[in-house]
């Protein structure tokens, strides 16, 4: 997750303008020169702990290999479950002179984010995931097909969108109604979006009076009409963007969620397009609004969790996201409440923080299974000027109660707003 630094400056705008225009087609490309017995990364590949979850995903699924040219390519030294590698890989674009199927699913791309393809880009979330890591990880736990993962943080969903791709069930939870929004549309769209397509024309049809006007409620009253949930919920979701444009950027609140509604419904019809294409089977998504804290979960019944704890002791997500939070009828102070973080205030914050975060570390060692794997991404926030040390609180509570830390990768947070320098990725099994 990531905290960013809300003060702009008129460079750093110039610096995102010149960004945006950047051609990112070379991400994308591909290679003529099929390389038989070789593994070639993909392009965007450019960390080193993206390096090092590239070959923990070989280890993992038990290639042998040798590193070779400046890095960018593996020589294989065994031919033992490549196929399973072209379908699961998270970091190469290449395997024995074919693609494999992550190159072809980030082609489906309707945003000039490499890392926001299919349906990922759907709502601004501060903190999201790279889902090509969380895509590595669940790799390198162990996870197969059939194999249930959990996120009791789950954000924007992204947990739920790469373990689905790989047939992974998950359950997601979050104490945030507008999370589990965007991730329950993120994932259960693909099943509706010949519903979501009929129904289009009449909709705006119907509400372009008020489209323009976001005082009149009878346009988000006549969406709440909507009889099959998942086709409700995409268009709700249609509409948060278009408020969050709105309030966020000054844009004009009629043109962008016409124009967004265009951009999902070409995005959800990619993702059922990659899933025809490659004969995926997705796993099963169950995204409920719950307390991490205590989590509606039989005991020792998960196979892995990833996960990402909110940094809300840095970035207060209620007032942040509070124009989507009241579109939703949600009174904030309420809410309040409930999310970790952003109770109290000076080191009474803390120490609440870090209450709520044992008994989540506790409940996250309650469901999983022996001897299975739990990765926990976290950083060190900074609060009040002085630098909170999360990543050692994390690392002893979770041993403390049994967990035992198998790895530990630095990963580099690379942007202009960045005011964390890097996270850890966590990686503990239930022993």
Same mark, same amino acid.
């Given at each position: 997750?990531?905290?960013?630094?809300?003060?702009?400056?008129?460079?750093?705008?110039?610096?995102?303008?010149?960004?945006?225009?950047?051609?990112?087609?070379?991400?994308?490309?591909?290679?003529?020169?099929?390389?038989?017995?070789?593994?070639?990364?993909?392009?965007?590949?450019?960390?080193?702990?993206?390096?090092?979850?590239?070959?923990?995903?070989?280890?993992?699924?038990?290639?042998?290999?040798?590193?070779?040219?400046?890095?960018?390519?593996?020589?294989?030294?065994?031919?033992?479950?490549?196929?399973?590698?072209?379908?699961?890989?998270?970091?190469?674009?290449?395997?024995?002179?074919?693609?494999?199927?992550?190159?072809?699913?980030?082609?489906?791309?309707?945003?000039?984010?490499?890392?926001?393809?299919?349906?990922?880009?759907?709502?601004?979330?501060?903190?999201?995931?790279?889902?090509?890591?969380?895509?590595?990880?669940?790799?390198?736990?162990?996870?197969?097909?059939?194999?249930?993962?959990?996120?009791?943080?789950?954000?924007?969903? /992204?947990?739920?969108?790469?373990?689905?791709?790989?047939?992974?069930?998950?359950?997601?939870?979050?104490?945030?109604?507008?999370?589990?929004?965007?991730?329950?549309?993120?994932?259960?769209?693909?099943?509706?979006?010949?519903?979501?397509?009929?129904?289009?024309?009449?909709?705006?049809?119907?509400?372009?009076?008020?489209?323009?006007?976001?005082?009149?409620?009878?346009?988000?009253?006549?969406?709440?009409?909507?009889?099959?949930?998942?086709?409700?919920?995409?268009?709700?979701?249609?509409?948060?963007?278009?408020?969050?444009?709105?309030?966020?950027?000054?844009?004009?609140?009629?043109?962008?969620?016409?124009?967004?509604?265009?951009?999902?419904?070409?995005?959800?019809?990619?993702?059922?397009?990659?899933?025809?294409?490659?004969?995926?089977?997705?796993?099963?998504?169950?995204?409920?609004?719950?307390?991490?804290?205590?989590?509606?979960?039989?005991?020792?019944?998960?196979?892995?969790?990833? /996960?990402?704890?909110?940094?809300?002791?840095?970035?207060?997500?209620?007032?942040?996201?509070?124009?989507?939070?009241?579109?939703?009828?949600?009174?904030?102070?309420?809410?309040?409440?409930?999310?970790?973080?952003?109770?109290?205030?000076?080191?009474?914050?803390?120490?609440?923080?870090?209450?709520?975060?044992?008994?989540?570390?506790?409940?996250?060692?309650?469901?999983?299974?022996?001897?299975?794997?739990?990765?926990?991404?976290?950083?060190?926030?900074?609060?009040?000027?002085?630098?909170?040390?999360?990543?050692?609180?994390?690392?002893?509570?979770?041993?403390?109660?049994?967990?035992?830390?198998?790895?530990?990768?630095?990963?580099?947070?690379?942007?202009?707003?960045?005011?964390?320098?890097?996270?850890?990725?966590?990686?503990?099994?239930?022993?």
């Amino acid at each position: 997750m990531k905290y960013y630094n809300d003060s702009e400056n008129f460079k750093g705008k110039r610096m995102i303008a010149r960004a945006k225009d950047v051609n990112t087609s070379w991400a994308y490309r591909k290679d003529e020169n099929f390389k038989k017995e070789s593994l070639v990364l993909l392009d965007n590949v450019q960390f080193i702990y993206e390096l090092a979850l590239a070959q923990l995903e070989l280890h993992s699924l038990e290639i042998n290999f040798q590193v070779t040219n400046g890095l960018r390519e593996f020589k294989l030294l065994n031919s033992v479950k490549l196929d399973e590698l072209i379908k699961r890989s998270a970091y190469f674009k290449m395997v024995d002179g074919k693609y494999t199927n992550y190159f072809r699913i980030i082609q489906k791309n309707n945003t000039r984010s490499v890392n926001q393809y299919l349906t990922h880009w759907i709502y601004p979330y501060k903190g999201k995931f790279h889902p090509q890591m969380i895509r590595a990880l669940l790799n390198i736990i162990g996870l197969k097909e059939g194999d249930t993962v959990l996120d009791p943080f789950i954000g924007s969903g /992204t947990t739920a969108v790469e373990s689905q791709l790989l047939g992974i069930n998950c359950i997601g939870i979050d104490i945030s109604p507008l999370c589990v929004l965007q991730s329950k549309v993120k994932t259960e769209s693909v099943e509706v979006i010949n519903e979501i397509n009929k129904i289009k024309e009449s909709i705006l049809n119907k509400s372009k009076p008020s489209l323009f006007n976001q005082e009149n409620k009878s346009f988000l009253e006549f969406i709440n009409d909507i009889s099959n949930e998942k086709v409700r919920n995409f268009y709700k979701m249609a509409y948060l963007v278009a408020v969050s444009d709105n309030a966020r950027r000054g844009r004009d609140f009629g043109q962008s969620f016409y124009k967004n509604l265009d951009l999902m419904i070409r995005s959800v019809s990619d993702f059922r397009d990659i899933v025809q294409e490659l004969k995926l089977k997705l796993g099963k998504v169950t995204i409920e609004t719950g307390d991490s804290k205590n989590l509606p979960i039989k005991n020792e019944s998960v196979d892995g969790i990833i /996960t990402s704890p909110p940094y809300s002791i840095a970035l207060d997500y209620v007032s942040n996201d509070a124009h989507a939070l009241k579109v939703l009828g949600l009174e904030l102070s309420n809410i309040r409440e409930k999310f970790i973080g952003v109770r109290g205030r000076g080191p009474e914050r803390i120490n609440l923080y870090n209450q709520d975060m044992e008994k989540s570390y506790d409940e996250m060692y309650r469901v999983l299974k022996p001897q299975k794997f739990a990765v926990i991404v976290i950083g060190n926030a900074t609060y009040m000027g002085e630098e909170v040390k999360t990543v050692e609180f994390t690392i002893n509570y979770c041993q403390k109660i049994g967990f035992k830390l198998i790895k530990s990768i630095d990963k580099i947070i690379f942007g202009l707003y960045n005011v964390m320098q890097k996270e850890n990725i966590l990686i503990f099994q239930k022993i």
